[in-house]
């Protein structure tokens, strides 16, 4: 079945560096791709998606582009904030029964020194 | 507005009470779904309703009873739990497509259940 590889934290930075979480998915068809965001003690906010080959996604600083050839989703962001410590979940749309089915990588706890 | 509403926030319940967890939108979104996501893991879906029907159940336990009273509410009634049922629970909606798919999934805030 379809699945999302997300690189396992805990990752730690400073204020102002450059963040990467890596998301290889593998899948049958042709999945929207999508970036969660959790912050401590509330549900998902949806971050960023992509609904097809070569799409990028943005928001509040944040990309990832959908690249078919190496099927990657890799989240980046140029200079963090503190303010962005979270659990950041990669997931692909699996349509199934008609319903989507959201499939998640294990998430990457992000923490932000000041 | 993409805002999907939980209540309550926090939940402690005994193994032989009674108790059910509300979930509501107005978005005009006609999918709606049950997560459960206990700590440090990701969410695993439950229940998928479409257009107020049960449209995928992932083998979940009888002890949990979803119910969808009308296109903005979703209901998920819980009856001699076990402690290991302690988690975060969270609903989401989406809208349909065109094409029949679902589209982005919005989540609530969840409610925090802790069974005792």
């Known amino acids: 079945g379809d699945s999302v590889t997300q690189m396992e934290g805990p990752v730690t930075l400073s204020e102002e560096a450059f963040l990467t979480i890596n998301c290889t998915y593998t899948?049958?068809?042709?999945?929207?791709l999508f970036w969660y965001v959790q912050y401590p003690g509330e549900g998902l906010q949806l971050l960023l998606k992509?609904?097809?080959?070569?799409d990028k996604g943005s928001n509040k600083g944040f990309e990832a582009t959908y690249r078919k050839e190496t099927t990657s989703f890799h989240l980046e962001k140029g200079s963090v904030q503190v303010s962005d410590s979270a659990v950041y979940f990669c997931?692909?749309?699996?349509?199934?029964?008609?319903?989507?089915?959201?499939?998640f990588g294990k998430g990457t706890k992000l923490t932000v020194n000041p | 507005d993409t805002e999907v509403t939980q209540t309550p926030k926090h939940l402690v319940m005994g193994m032989t009470n009674k108790k059910s967890l509300k979930c509501e939108q107005h978005m005009g979104h006609r999918a709606m779904y049950w997560y459960k996501q206990k700590a440090k893991k990701p969410p695993e879906l439950m229940f998928v309703?479409?257009?107020?029907?049960?449209?995928i159940n992932e083998s979940v336990p009888s002890r949990f009873s979803p119910e969808c009273p009308n296109s903005s509410l979703l209901n998920l009634h819980l009856h001699a739990l076990q402690p290991e049922d302690s988690a975060l629970y969270l609903c989401?909606?989406?809208?349909?497509?065109?094409?029949?798919?679902?589209?982005?999934?919005?989540f609530g805030p969840g409610t925090r259940l802790t069974v005792l």
């Open positions: 989401a909606s989406s809208q349909e497509t065109a094409s029949g798919s679902t589209d982005t999934q919005y």
């Open positions: 992509a609904t097809k080959a070569d």
């Open positions: 899948a049958t068809g042709y999945p929207s």
């Open positions: 997931a692909l749309s699996d349509l199934r029964g008609g319903s989507e089915k959201l499939v």
């Open positions: 309703y479409s257009y107020e029907k049960l449209s």
